[in-house]
């Protein structure tokens, strides 16, 4: 009896060892399944072009081109190759503005007002991809993207000494580009000043200046993405957005360095050339823009602002346009009717030289992902992606305005709004 006792107790153990071993043998290939996914992850960035070191521009700090905190700027930049040796993509980051001196200082202790405080490598997608296969007019260009500090589209150039704050986004702007100039962008030639969101109004505000800058011979264009903030009323009836810029343009000492064609016909609110509705109109230099109707960080912060929804009755519509009642919805569509006038009144439709790419996905900045710049995912408009709209804009197959039907016509649109916008 008691060695069947025995023989049981020692089958019980042998089952329970085998039960741990097998557990830990699940773990163990959990672990190498999950290391193996990282490393095929890196390869696959790698392949992308992902990888790509930062440069800080120290040389700039003493002309004064400096980040809000006064470190040095930054860029990241891809060299092109073979046919691209000699064209050039700058495209500028984005992430809002500073409309006074305590979220300057708010701003300062992030990597938007710090190069101290960005990543030393960038990952690059979409319009910077490396891949001839999901990028195949710019893949092999010299590409830049120009890290963003100084909280006011590259506009600025004042300085606050009691609080330790510089506002020298224009000194910034012209010093990369002399910086890169000198790196052999004096020989481009092709050249685009592209940018997202606060990026795309600089790419917009800077793009005649960079016309300038660049030799004559060189075949200049210009791309904002989602950059075509409009001058509109919020949901209260007030002036909110007008209101917030005028803070950043006064405290940044932007007007002076905002186009002069615009600021000239502006009278007594020059500020208001913060608005591409009034810029566009007297451009020089050719631009595309690739723009939501429904821009969802204008819905949530030129349309529907909390300081103008203190009940937060927009707050789930907001957040999901599903979730918004019919009555929030006509206030949604009568919105993309005013950017629509805006964009026409600004002659995108009229001109030549302007191209657009008018989605009506909820979304806000699409030219940087591969998921909605060229992949199977990609929003399509007039059965084309946006790649394929703008490079055949830039390269002049075809004349291209693409524009969408009402929300929620487009099947094509990301389900999930791709920037969440924070409020301003």
């Known amino acids: ?169 224009h000194r910034i702007f012209e010093a990369i580009v002399a910086d890169l100039l000198a790196k052999g962008m004096k020989n481009a030639k092709n050249a685009i000043l592209s940018g997202c969101s606060a990026g795309g109004l600089a790419a917009i505000l800077n793009c005649d200046r960079f016309r300038d800058l660049l030799p004559a011979t060189t075949k200049v264009k210009c791309l904002s993405d989602a950059g075509f903030f409009i001058h509109a009323k919020d949901v209260s009836g007030g002036q909110h957005i007008e209101n917030f810029y005028s803070q950043v343009a006064k405290l940044h000492g932007s007007v002076r360095n905002l186009p002069a064609s615009c600021t000239s016909r502006m009278g007594a609110k020059p500020e208001l050339c913060f608005f591409p509705q009034y810029v566009v109109q007297t451009m020089k230099t050719p631009i595309f823009f690739v723009n939501s109707a429904y821009d969802s960080w204008q819905i949530k912060n030129i349309l529907a602002p909390s300081a103008a929804d203190k009940s937060k009755a927009w707050k789930n519509c907001k957040l999901d346009l599903k979730k918004c009642t019919p009555a929030q919805l006509k206030v949604i569509q009568d919105y993309r009717t005013t950017f629509l006038l805006a964009i026409n009144r600004a002659g995108v439709l009229s001109s030549p030289t302007k191209g657009m790419f008018i989605d009506s996905c909820y979304a806000h900045c699409q030219i940087g992902k591969q998921i909605t710049w060229s992949s199977d995912s990609s929003p399509v408009v007039g059965n084309m992606k946006i790649a394929k709209a703008f490079g055949d804009w830039y390269y002049e197959r075809s004349p291209l305005r693409k524009l969408d039907c009402p929300y929620p016509c487009n099947p094509t649109c990301p389900k999930v709004d791709s920037e969440s916008g924070l409020d301003v």
Not at 126 to 140: A, E, M, T, W
């Open 1 to 169: 009896m008691r060695a069947l006792l025995s023989y049981g107790y020692i089958s019980k153990e042998i089952s329970g060892f085998s039960s741990r071993l097998s557990r830990m043998i699940r773990a163990r290939l959990r672990q190498w399944l999950s290391l193996l996914a990282c490393v095929l992850t890196i390869i696959s960035l790698k392949a992308e072009g992902a990888s790509v070191g930062i440069t800080y521009l120290q040389d700039a700090v003493a002309k004064g081109a400096v980040c809000l905190d006064g470190s040095p700027p930054a860029y990241h930049f891809d060299k092109g190759s073979g046919t691209g040796v000699n064209n050039w993509i700058v495209h500028i980051e984005g992430g809002g503005w500073c409309e006074d001196v305590q979220t300057c200082l708010s701003r300062k202790k992030t990597d938007l007002g710090s190069s101290k405080l960005m990543v030393k490598q960038f990952g690059f997608s979409g319009l910077l991809s490396g891949q001839q296969k999901s990028n195949p007019d710019f893949y092999n260009w010299n590409r830049i993207k120009v890290r963003y500090c100084d909280g006011s589209s590259f506009t600025g150039d004042a300085a606050d000494p009691a609080n330790n704050l510089f506002f020298r986004g």
